[in-house]
């Protein structure tokens, strides 16, 4: 059977004991899909599941605590479910997780930069290529050229939590040293140039707050630090500096948390490499304390325990 | 505040006497700087207007000393957030900016000839004090008038040098509540709307006007409703965060209705077409 | 539109054309920016015009800057008495003469939003009307619409002139200028504008074969949008909404903002700010009380703003212009038209 199909077979039969269970289906073009909330038998039709499920649907399981759901999870999306679960901000028994064992997404931006697709006709999907129709001709991109930058370094293709897992457990296939390859780039410039960067970059950000408010964990996001009166973190001008100032904030309470689902990034109006702020820091707390954010529940995040000495960290040449 | 000028441009005032009404509530005295600015602003019953701390913002207030008396503007401020809290540590002759009057106001000249029943809890006796005076400035435009006011403790009345005053005036009737029992309290206890349930005054030529914090609406507009009042015989007034105070930043909208220009003076008969979403 | 002489300007003038009113005026014209992101910059002859596509951003920023500074003030302790101080408040209003090149017609009918609030309203806003007055407008027309467009089931065209100075269509080596207001016609009399002779004929055929499908029927939403004010109708369709504002920062009519003070010692500056209706922070009370708790009340004010209370107000008007951005950002590709579509056929 295929996957699809195990998926639409396990959400009907769990249907029933469920408010609704969120999975995709298809968007307002070919190219898009889009979250599905199936809330009766009716619902199940409409379920996708093809590299356009780009969408890490753990982000809506925070505001859902309480409330009994299903949810369908990639590998990487399930990560997000398990760093909830170890900051007690949902709670497994509310959930049933139907897993995908996933051979990777789409980046729209990707596509988007080879290719004008404002006036696109048709998209299909093939193993390892995407065909996509624009008035102009026929297009055909290597899936590979196209697959989010997370993907091409996934060591966690099947999800690492689920109750019904929709095919078999699929090993990681990919290569683990390309994750940090644009990090790394970044890093081998000089203080004042990685400054620049950074700033051109950010430059663009119109603090419209889509990469916080698209983070599964990003959870106290109406309280946000950016914006709070009372103290008064942050200036609300529009300058590169605050700009600066608003993505370092974010990016250091995920220190640690961040499970590179690449959300933030994703939402960006304005393709801002967000992510790559992330992953430099995912880096620093794998080097520093050994630890991936999202792969254990069992787990406490580095920087939500305290150790006397830390095997890694020398401190004052000690 | 006419249209000629910037409507975001605060006159400058400065604080004259502050009154300690009650443990959280102060009401300043404000003149503004320039001398013409001052005699020529103009305001009516229930107008409201920003104060502003600069370096921290503003927060908006009905202006609650009534056009009739003109030495001042009168603002009573509860501490709620950051700018109130700043508010209250301002003494007489610190600055102060004042941007207004902004918004409708009580329908005066449709109530003459009515009986006037104020209904007020704490705080939300600020617009109805403005009015209250106003009318007594003008008392034979007005009916038999009563104010029905309560507060969750004698200390938490504010204006009690007026109410003092408005006890011993024989063209009025005050009625006063606490929540509770008080030692020393001699008058009404109850909350607002059973104590209203009891007074059961008839509807029969009266305006109600009512104003407090937002479950006291509730259930007073329920006990009004008891009683007979009809939907256009309550006046109320609403509170929403505001920022531009005229109408444009969007965040004080009911539907079509901006609380900051088309309010915060309502009649239930009027908060009833709009959405739902208060 | 005033009946003027057409003019015609060559492709290859636009460079000079634009280092010319350089001098006078600040000029901005698209420019890509990244592989996806096409913004207006000021005009800079090694940048490059990117006219041929939608820019990520409409050009409301130009006119009403994401943060702008409304009042300085400066507090002086009196000298004799250290418990004294005085408060100093000036005006900052700044509006050069400027020049946006190279707008689409749903982004300079986008304005008209704008106008008929901030400038045609019970209150002006004298920021925004010294910059649009201090602003000309120059609108190349469209020629295909994107899959996300929909300017024709909100009023507009891709051929429309509504917020424009000039309008510019695309013929064989240039474009037909046309000028619709008298700040357009000042703008034609640069050399870089030559006779249109037969070019006229051209542009008038070009506008006639563009079209875009009329996809939604939106008579009646306004009442409709009340109708259903109450039902699930909107938890159902917010579901999948994560309340991440994108969509009313890019919108061109969104017009929300806050106002906050920015201090530095003694002296600082009021600014005003781009704020947006799907913040939970945008309507919450000192008191802890929220009017719009949740995404949900959040969206259905959006929506009943854009398509019921405005209309209302202004006489018709959506606020919307149909630019289909609101679409293209949308981490969850919310679609507000197949909102207004189910809006129209619930209950």
Redesign the interface.
Known sequence: MAILDKLKDGVQRELEGLEFVIGWEQGYDPLHASPLFIRTPGDIDRLIWNPLCVHNLASYLPSLKGRRVGILLKGCDSRSVIQLLQEGLIKREEIVIFGIPCRGVVDLSKIKSRIDTSQMRAVSLMDDAVVIEIPQGREEIPLDDVLATKCLSCQYPTPLIYDHLAGEVLPPQRPTEVLYKEVEVIEELDVQDRLAHWERELDRCIRCYACRNACPLCVCQDYCAAESRNPRWLSQRAGVSEKVMWHIMHALHLAGRCTDCGECERACPMDIPIQRIRRKINKEIKELFGYEAGVNPEDTPPLYTFKVEEPTIQEREW | MD?SG?????D?GTVGKVIHEAPNIKSLQVVLNDQHRMQSFRFEPGQVAQL?I??????TFVINSPPTRMEYLQFSIMR?????ERLHQLKE???V?VRGPLGNWFPYEEMKGKDIYFIGGGIGMAPLRTLLLFMLDNREDYGNITLLYGARSPQDLCYKEELKDWEGRDDMELILTVDREFPDWDRRVGLVPNVLKELAPSPEGKVAVTCGP?IMIRFTLQALDGLGFKDDQVITTL???M??G???????????KYVC?DGPVFSLAQLKEL???? | MVSREARFLATDNIPALLRRLGNTYRVFAPVKVSDTIVLFQEFAESAGLALDEQTTLPPKELLFPQTEGLVSYRYRKDAEDLEKSEVQVEETLEAPPTIIFGVRPCDARGLTVFDAVFTDGQWRDPYYKARREATTIVTVLCTQPESTCFCTSVGGSPTGIEGSDIILTIVTGGYVAEPVTEKGETLLQDEAFTPAGDKAGEAGEAREKVSVERELELDGIAEQLLDIFGTDFWEQVTAKCISCAACTYVCPTCFCFTITDDTTGIEGSRIRTWDSCMFYLYTLEASGHNPRPTKTERYRNRIGHKFSYHPTSYEGMFGCSGCGRCIKVCPASLDIRQVLREAKAHG
Do not use: M, Y
Request: with cysteine; proline share 13%.
């Open positions: 249209n910037n409507p975001f441009l605060p400058i502003s600069f370096g921290v913002g503003e927060a709620a957030g950051e700018v109130t002759a610190d600055p900016g937002p509170e929403r965060r920022k531009c005229i109408g444009l930043c969007g965040r004080c909208n009911i539907g079509t220009t959405p739902p979403e208060l």
